[in-house]
């Protein structure tokens, strides 16, 4: 968890800074940060473009390491995503669809629809407090 939140200070996007890894065996296969698409202007130069409350400029950090994948053509398939706020509902079916099993995420974003539709995939969703995980007090 310690190296999702690393990845999320790269975050181009002001609003929130999110990361997110994919893992298999101990390896780390992508990471994502949320930004602009590649060869657009960031939010923190352009400004972000809000739409019901959201910034559609930005692509989610868990988006972006799939992304990481398609790219470099390493598949997901079995990976472990480790995030550092609980999945919306699209970056959900990225997951199922990209065949991760299990995410751990740090910070809660409630959407009982996408975790329904986790559940129904078999893909187990467990909450991290990352300060425990790091051993803190």
């Given amino acids: 968890m310690q190296i999702a939140r690393t990845v999320a200070t790269r975050a181009t ?3 929130a800074s999110v990361g997110a890894l994919l893992v298999r065996d101990h390896r780390i296969l992508t990471t994502g ?3 602009a698409p590649r060869h657009t202007s960031h939010c923190a130069d352009a400004g972000c473009e809000i739409v019901n409350d959201h910034c559609v400029r930005a692509v989610h ?3 972006n390491a799939i992304v990481q994948g398609a790219l470099h053509g390493v598949g997901l398939s079995g990976a472990t995503a480790y995030c550092t706020h609980q999945p919306c ?3 959900a079916k990225l997951f199922i ?3 991760v099993v299990r ?3 740090g910070d809660a974003y ?3 629809f996408a975790e329904r539709l986790l559940s129904e995939a078999g893909v187990k969703l467990e909450r991290c407090d990352v300060l425990q995980a790091a051993g803190a007090p």
């Fill in 61 to 63: 950090a868990e988006a």
């Fill in 33 to 35: 940060y949320n930004g």
């Fill in 103 to 105: 995410i751990v995420f």
């Fill in 110 to 112: 409630l959407d009982p």
């Fill in 13 to 15: 996007c002001p609003r």
């Fill in 89 to 91: 509902i699209n970056c």
């Fill in 97 to 99: 669809s990209a065949g």
